[in-house]
């Protein structure tokens, strides 16, 4: 069906458009003018801001990510670093991104504990068959990775410069734009004169005028990524507070993205801003500045979320991205453009991130104006991807959102696994047991102290210290599973009896005496109920 939208603020490149109508028809833009270029038989849609479709320019994929993201209005996701198998299966799902597939990196370097086993990249030579292999897997552009980790106080193998010289080449010579993470603005510095041609984050540490004009004069771009810092809790990180400090992560805090969020993703969410923390929380304040005065010299700055890090949802993480840059400094303009027009430029999408008679109908439709106030970019009212309207409900609750979850559990689950081998004293729970070997809960190490929990992950009392937490176990670890817990899986919370617990799931029967249920209860996995026992 064609539609037209009526009486609409349409913003292309950050500005508002004269005209205030738009017709889509087989995919395309086909007409922006008046009233007049409306037909017999269109949806009509009236007012509101009309966007391009948001593209995010740094994500890893999970199986339905870009599924996720539409709900969000994010239309494109631009991948800079998952395994082949998963992109093939994803492109085979109907799934349209960009990607770079593997990303090149020294053996045993970043991102060697999230994605091993991969090929690696020793020594200039390697170079040329390394691209050979990217290109043929179907990368869209190179990832490399130069970073030693010390700006983390790590110390990590890293590619040395002659190799970063030799993909370069290696990739432009196969018409390859490479996309570069580095951490620090001396290691930007390296990358630029080695010939890359964007840089994967903002540095975070200060970069000098002289720093900042080498990248600038350079042409590169940099995808800027300043919601990392939404990983950590509270918002000390970016000194934004989205609401009280009541230990939940940024994303959680915003009413417009969390009406959207599928129940699972949330749950993800509010498991992680639980996790172990450093005491303190990364300062992005370096990263904004420097955002800001490479704009300000000439460089293209992209929006991008690095998802599915801690606490970052795929497209709804973007709209905190250009609150992020607005608060670095940018006009919402040219928040807006770096999720936009700017990217598509950059990666070479032609047919999206603009306004214009003949672009590809991805579209955006939000209440409010997002150039006067960033946030109305969150008052999602629909989406649109190549002119099909995107049905929120058809990913919610389904076997590939459950995907999703469980490939970020496996791939997390690795990773820390990885960390108490390489660090023996890097905090995980710790399993309470009564005299007879019954297990009793976990002990989890969180922000601010240890959390007393179930077998199962739920919380049996307040942060407290290491001690405290272990008596609260050994008091009330076994018997609390008798007592009236509340839950609820997509609605209201409600009292039920937990009939059994593992560690992945539980057996509830609901004490509401209408509800229809066996008799002997109903399990349920831990991603699809919330649990609490004193709400």
């Given at each position: 069906m064609a539609i037209t939208f009526l009486r609409t603020r349409l913003v292309d490149r950050g500005a508002v458009l004269p005209a205030d109508c738009l017709r889509v028809e087989d995919g395309r833009i086909t007409a922006i003018g008046g009233p007049d270029i409306a037909q017999p038989g269109d949806e009509l849609i009236h007012e509101g801001t009309l966007l391009p479709g948001l593209i995010d320019a740094h994500v890893h994929l999970v199986p339905g990510a870009t599924r996720l993201a539409t709900t969000y209005g994010v239309t494109t996701l631009i991948d800079q670093f998952s395994q082949p198998d998963l992109i093939a299966a994803e492109r085979a799902a109907g799934a349209d991104f960009r990607t770079s597939s593997i990303g090149a990196t020294a053996p045993g370097g970043?991102?060697?504990?999230?994605?091993?086993?991969?090929?690696?990249?020793?020594?200039?030579?390697?170079?040329?068959?390394?691209?050979?292999?990217?290109?043929?897997?179907g990368a869209d552009h190179l990832k490399l990775i130069y970073d030693d980790g010390a700006s983390a106080g790590m110390s990590i193998p890293s590619l040395d410069e002659p190799t970063v010289r030799a993909l370069v080449e290696g990739a432009h010579a196969n018409d390859l734009k490479v996309v570069a993470h580095v951490s620090t603005a001396a290691g930007a510095v390296t990358v630029v004169g080695c010939g890359v041609d964007v840089l994967a984050h903002a540095p975070s540490d200060a970069m000098t005028p002289a720093q900042v004009a080498t990248v600038a004069s350079a042409g590169v771009a940099v995808i800027a990524t300043l919601d990392i810092v939404d990983g950590f809790t509270p918002d000390q990180a970016s000194g934004d507070r989205s609401g009280d400090d009541d230990g939940r992560l940024p994303l959680?805090?915003?009413?417009?993205?969390?009406?959207?969020?599928?129940?699972?993703?949330?749950?993800l969410v509010d498991n992680q801003s639980r996790r172990w923390m450093p005491p303190e929380a990364p300062d992005n304040s370096m990263a904004r500045a420097n955002t800001l005065a490479l704009l300000r010299a000439g460089a293209?700055?992209?929006?991008?979320?690095?998802?599915?890090?801690?606490?970052?949802?795929?497209?709804?993480?973007?709209?905190?991205?250009?609150?992020?840059?607005?608060?670095?400094?940018?006009?919402?303009?040219?928040?807006?453009?770096?999720?936009?027009?700017?990217?598509?430029?950059?990666?070479?999408?032609?047919?999206?991130?603009?306004?214009?008679?003949?672009?590809?109908?991805?579209?955006?439709?939000?209440?409010?104006?997002?150039?006067?106030?960033?946030?109305?970019?969150?008052?999602?009212?629909?989406?649109?991807?190549?002119?099909?309207?995107?049905?929120?409900?058809?990913?919610?609750?389904?076997?590939?959102?459950?995907?999703?979850?469980?490939?970020?559990?496996?791939?997390?689950?690795?990773?820390?696994?990885?960390?108490?081998?390489?660090?023996?004293?890097?905090?995980?729970?710790?399993d309470v047991y009564r005299e007879d070997g019954e297990l009793l809960g976990r002990v989890v190490p969180v922000t601010g102290g240890s959390l007393p929990t179930t077998v199962f992950g739920a919380a049996l009392g307040p942060v407290t210290d290491r001690d405290t937490a272990v008596e609260t176990l050994e008091q009330i670890g076994l018997s609390s599973l008798i007592e009236t817990w509340w839950a609820r899986t997509d609605g209201d919370w409600q009292e039920v009896t937990i009939i059994e617990a593992q560690p992945d799931r539980v057996r509830l029967h609901w004490k509401d005496p209408m509800l229809d249920q066996p008799p002997s209860g109903q399990w349920y996995p831990l991603t699809d109920v919330d649990l609490e026992f004193r709400p």
């Open positions: 970043h991102p060697t504990l999230a994605f091993a086993p991969f090929p690696y990249v020793a020594n200039p030579a390697e170079a040329k068959q390394f691209v050979a292999d990217r290109i043929a897997e959680l805090r915003e009413a417009e993205l969390a009406v959207r969020m599928p129940a699972r993703w949330r749950r293209p700055v992209l929006a991008g979320t690095d998802a599915p890090n801690p606490g970052l949802i795929f497209g709804a993480s973007l709209h905190r991205e250009l609150r992020h840059l607005v608060r670095a400094g940018l006009a919402p303009s040219e928040a807006l453009i770096a999720a936009t027009s700017a990217p598509a430029e950059v990666f070479g999408l032609p047919d999206r991130g603009r306004l214009t008679v003949g672009a590809r109908a991805d579209l955006l439709l939000v209440d409010g104006d997002p150039l006067t106030d960033i946030t109305a970019s969150q008052q999602v009212r629909r989406t649109w991807v190549a002119g099909e309207a995107v049905v929120p409900a058809d990913y919610a609750g389904s076997e590939t959102e459950l995907a999703g979850i469980h490939f970020i559990g496996e791939t997390t689950h690795r990773i820390l696994t990885a960390l108490e081998e390489m660090w023996p004293g890097f905090p995980g729970p710790e």
